[in-house]
């Protein structure tokens, strides 16, 4: 079984679309993330939950927007999608804020 | 500035052979420094976590060292196999939530 899954593993589309990639994880933990990957392989922290509550917010566009439906899931929507948000999104969760992290496989997303 | 420094950026090695590759931090507090192995399209997987306390952790092949007076850390593979070829990413922890990510070291391990 998959720990942390998202969905979809590839989004091509088109600019000042509207997208969204799904996450859930299995493993019972209180925290997940959404983290962002840019081309040269740089992973930076976009959002934490915490049991369903928004923890960490880094200096992200509004037009993303982060949804934790309960403490296993965290989607990630993006509106108004732009040439610069082409990257790998991976979803992430761990049990405490300190504990090791677990990552999808990530969500490549390419905006034309 | 909390920022974590990896070197080399990329490295290429022969099968078999054995490799260290390094991280320097300047992270305050501290809480631990883990090392991630990252597959060309998948996501990153924990090799390692240490805390202050402890200088030194294996996992397999993998043995991470950690001077916490010098703020260094060092990833050592034993016997390279081909499938390390990855990117290897240090990343310190100050604390709650709180991540410093370094940009990876690149490495092929060649037939």
């Known amino acids: 079984d998959t720990a942390v899954s998202q969905t979809p593993k590839y989004l091509v589309t088109q600019m000042g679309n509207d997208k969204s990639i799904k996450c859930e994880q299995n493993?019972?933990?209180?925290?997940m993330y959404w983290y962002k990957q840019d081309s040269k392989k740089f992973l930076k922290i976009m959002f934490s939950?915490?049991?369903?509550?928004?923890?960490i917010n880094e200096t992200v566009p509004n037009r993303f927007s982060p949804k934790s439906p309960d403490k296993a899931h965290l989607n990630l929507h993006i509106n108004s999608l732009e040439l610069g948000d082409s990257a790998v999104y991976f979803c992430?969760?761990?049990?405490?804020?300190?504990?090791?992290?677990?990552f999808g496989e990530g969500s490549r997303l390419t905006v034309l | 500035k909390n920022q974590v420094e990896q070197s080399p950026q990329s490295l290429i090695i022969l099968e078999g052979k054995n490799c260290t590759l390094q991280c320097n931090y300047t992270v305050s507090p501290f809480s631990n420094l883990r090392w991630y192995k990252q597959d060309t399209g998948r996501g990153p997987v924990s090799l390692t976590i240490m805390t202050f306390s402890e200088n030194t952790k294996s996992n397999g092949r993998y043995t991470a060292t950690l001077d916490a007076d010098t703020k260094q850390s060092s990833l050592h593979i034993t016997a390279s196999q081909l499938s390390d070829s990855a990117s290897y990413i240090c990343?310190?922890?100050?604390?709650?939530?709180?991540?410093?990510f370094g940009t990876g070291t690149r490495l092929l391990v060649s037939p």
């Open positions: 493993l019972g933990h209180d925290t």
């Open positions: 939950y915490n049991n369903k509550e928004l923890i």
């Open positions: 990343v310190v922890s100050a604390g709650f939530q709180k991540l410093v």
């Open positions: 992430a969760s761990s049990q405490t804020s300190t504990g090791e992290l677990f």
